[in-house]
């Protein structure tokens, strides 16, 4: 993998955002969308792009732009109803579709519960489309005992959804 999308909805989960950012293997380049209701600013890190969401023609909404895969961790469940239509109104969105209409990776976390069932059909039909719908869920085999480790296995789910390698959590032994 050498470019990665990583878009951020919300305000709940931001955080997490931040941390698979810093976790990401150095040599991947990745462009960020943060969403106007996101309400936090990012230093810039090396090989990052902040992309503004309001920039309809920034680089990530042309299918021309070869990515690898786009992230959206936190997904609001307004931004998860959107892409589930097909509404492309910011870049945010319009990279998700363009995503959808390549056939490229495209990883959502959706951050709300319980789910409606409203989101839950917005979920099945992303799904069946190809998304991978992976909200932040802890397992207990993991013995996590810290918030940062819960993250790092997370982030660790994440990366092997998206083929990165890592050894951010302790695996099943059986």
Do not use: Q
């Amino acid at each position: 993998m050498k470019k990665i999308i990583v878009a951020i909805s919300g305000a709940s989960g931001v955080g997490l955002a931040k941390r698979f950012i810093e976790k990401l293997p150095k040599e991947i380049e990745i462009f960020i969308i943060v969403s106007n209701n996101a309400k936090i600013v990012f230093n810039k890190e090396e090989n990052c792009t902040f992309l503004n969401n309001d920039d309809i023609g920034a680089i990530t909404a042309s299918g021309s732009f070869k990515c690898d895969a786009m992230v959206v961790i936190p997904c609001s469940m307004n931004t998860l109803a959107k892409i589930s239509c097909g509404i492309a109104d910011n870049l945010l969105t319009r990279s998700a579709a363009v995503m959808l209409k390549e056939n490229r990776t495209l990883l959502i976390a959706p951050r709300e519960m319980p789910y409606s069932a409203i989101a839950l059909e917005n979920m099945l039909k992303l799904s069946r489309l190809g998304v991978i719908i992976a909200p932040p869920v802890s397992a207990y085999y993991a013995e996590i005992k810290t918030l940062e480790e819960m993250e790092d296995f997370f982030i660790g789910k994440w990366f092997d959804l998206l083929g990165i390698e890592h050894n951010l959590f302790k695996r099943w032994n059986g």
